[in-house]
T-cell receptor
């Protein structure tokens, strides 16, 4: 069964600190993996998209990694800001199929 | 450039009534997707249009849901008759390219329609 799991479920950090969110998936055959940021009451916004051959991709203070062998991905946020408070969703697509969403990690950045 | 827009932003209806949600994708985007998140669950795929054709409707929960995209521009998602379990947030997204085959296309999401069935 195609599935995406994320950990932790929620995370609280202080402004300026770094954090890493995890994503494990069983989607096959793998096509690409995306990380989205979703603010409360808004639609998800794309942060990164990685294909099988890519193992790291950055977007400003966000760096995503992908290990296609172990089927794991991480999203590292550097020097967190209050505006980083949101849900972060890992989404995996299988080739020829549509998207499987993870449950998200709820990040709260406190001053 | 205008983003993906959805209408209405909120809808409260009674069980058994009909509701129609509308999505206007980014101009020029051939691909349009519907998703929904029910309370406490992850976002789930409903269907995918390429222009006016349904590419994949494997996520549609049952025949009470009808999606259309006449003319390949905006799309509507009708729920008739609505049931309590249909409550949730319905998202629409659009993209220029297909999601696989090596293309790293970005999907742009709308703000969602919050549906509450009483």
């Amino acid at each position: 069964k195609n599935q995406v799991e994320q950990s932790p479920q929620s995370l609280i950090i202080l402004e300026g600190k770094n954090c890493t969110l995890q994503c494990n998936y069983t989607v096959s055959p793998f096509s690409n993996l995306r990380w989205y940021k979703q603010d409360t009451g808004r639609g998800p916004v794309s942060l990164t998209i990685m294909t099988f051959s890519e193992n790291t991709k950055s977007n400003g203070r966000y760096t995503a990694t992908l290990d296609a062998d172990t089927k794991q991905s991480s999203l590292h946020i550097t020097a967190s800001q209050l505006s980083d408070s949101a849900s972060y969703i890992c989404v995996v697509s299988a080739r020829g199929q549509n998207f499987v969403f993870g449950p998200g990690t709820r990040l709260s950045v406190l001053p | 450039e205008a983003g993906v827009t959805q209408f209405p932003s909120h809808s409260v209806i009674e069980k058994g009534q009909t509701v129609t949600l509308r999505c206007d994708p980014i101009s020029g985007h051939d691909n349009l997707y519907w998703y929904r998140r029910v309370m406490g669950k992850e976002i789930k795929f409903l269907l995918h249009f390429v222009k006016e054709s349904k590419q994949d409707e494997s996520g549609m929960p049952n025949n009470r849901f009808l999606a259309e995209r006449t003319g390949g521009t905006y799309s509507t998602l009708k729920v008739q008759p609505a049931e309590l379990e249909d409550s949730g947030v319905y998202f629409c997204a659009s993209s220029q390219d297909l999601p696989w085959g090596g293309a790293q296309e970005t999907q742009y999401f709308g703000p969602g329609t919050r549906l509450l069935v009483l």
